[in-house]
């Protein structure tokens, strides 16, 4: 928003509203009376979670939200959104994010995540709508020299393909910038989102085989999977498995609310780390989980994962300072919730 706006007189474009981060998002920024469109295909993501966004903000502020399944690379669609909706940011989380799939299927992900990407800006520039938040991730560090990551450490190679999608999009909204100074841009790098909304009705829907840690503890402690495959235990650490800052989906997103509201009036282009600051190990995390779910959970040690780093974790120094943001919830409650979320829905919005 290159002018500062009261939220109820703005309109927030959410790409990937449906999802997981987008979800929590969305509830967020109706709650603070942002009137909201999402744009999502639902590729990976259920149509459901629409009536508990409904359910959790209630009647009134769910009025404020409208949908519209579209492809975020299909301009057209984009140019009609645009057309029907006075947009004045946009939170762009659209994009494919399996790690391991990304590997194997590197032209769909730069096809799509950078693709839709241009699309939308390119959009966005026609209807004169220049600022915007993106979904990066703590990713673009590579293998940190040292910790906690600073937003001034360095962009490091990445491990994947989708990790150079995320790293190649922070450097195309940065061109932008350059090119035309009243683009508004905030990059957010998370670090490890997990946790749920505290109702038990949204949470972490993957398809197929859990990719990250904490949706494949959760369906564990469900009884969907036999044991937690802990990948690596002799790495440099106090327990010798991998370090992450895990971060509260609820704290994240009220990070991008904090975002919004910092960025009226500006210009420019400014990076932000969303994490806790704090690491955890996976023999923590299947701890933390096993007292929230109240049962130990079973686990065996495995080799190492290809391209996982040994720790990371950031300083969030800058997002405190600059957008008076913290994140407020640990470990405990993130697994709290997660295993609320699980275990009133075992099969995630379609069961
Ligand atoms: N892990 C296991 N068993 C599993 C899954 C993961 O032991 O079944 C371990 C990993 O080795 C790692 C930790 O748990 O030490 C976290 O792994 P995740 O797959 O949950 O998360 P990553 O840190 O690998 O990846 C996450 C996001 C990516 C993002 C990256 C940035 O999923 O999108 O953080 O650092 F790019």
């Known amino acids: 928003m290159s002018q500062k706006r009261d939220p109820q007189d703005s309109c927030i474009l959410v790409t990937g509203g449906a999802g997981f981060i987008g979800s929590h998002t969305v509830v967020e920024l109706l709650e603070k009376d942002y009137q909201v469109v999402i744009v999502d295909d639902l590729s990976n993501a259920s149509e459901k979670v629409l009536d508990r966004i409904d359910a959790i903000v209630g009647e009134e502020r769910a009025a404020r939200l409208s949908f519209y399944r579209a492809d975020v690379g299909d301009r057209d669609a984009l140019e009609a959104i645009f057309d029907d909706n006075q947009i004045d940011a946009v939170i762009h989380f659209a994009g494919y994010k399996a790690v391991g799939e990304s590997v194997k299927k590197p032209i769909e992900y730069y096809g799509n995540n950078i693709g839709s990407t241009l699309a939308l800006v390119d959009v966005m520039r026609e209807h004169g709508c220049k600022s915007i938040i993106f979904s990066s991730s703590a990713t673009v560090y590579g293998d940190p020299d040292s910790l906690p990551l600073t937003e001034a450490s360095p962009k490091k190679a990445c491990t994947n393909p989708y990790g150079w999608t995320k790293w190649m999009i922070e450097q195309i909204l940065s061109d932008l910038h350059t090119a035309d100074p009243e683009w508004n841009v905030v990059l957010l790098r998370y670090f490890n989102p997990i946790g749920a909304h505290p ?20 369906q564990v402690a469900v009884g969907k999977r036999e044991s937690v495959h802990v990948f690596g235990s002799d790495y440099d650490t106090p327990d010798g498995t991998g370090v992450r800052d895990y971060i509260h989906v609820m704290d994240l997103a009220s990070g991008h609310a904090a975002a919004l509201a910092w960025m009226g009036g500006r210009t420019g282009v400014e990076i932000f780390n969303l ?12 701890e933390a989980f096993s007292s929230a779910c109240g049962r130990e959970l079973p686990y065996v040690l ?22 008076g943001w913290e994140a407020r919830f ?9 295993w609320k979320w699980q275990s009133n829905n075992p099969n995630g919005y379609e069961g």
């Open 302 to 323: 495995e080799p190492r994962r290809a391209g996982d780093v040994t720790a990371n974790y950031a300083d969030c120094s800058k997002a405190r300072d600059e957008m």
């Open 275 to 286: 994490g806790t600051g704090k690491g955890t190990s996976v023999l923590q995390i299947i």
């Open 199 to 218: 109702t038990g009705l949204m949470g972490e829907d993957p398809k197929g085989i859990p990719n990250n840690l904490l949706p494949y503890v959760a």
């Open 330 to 338: 640990g470990i405990d409650e993130m697994c709290r919730d997660s």
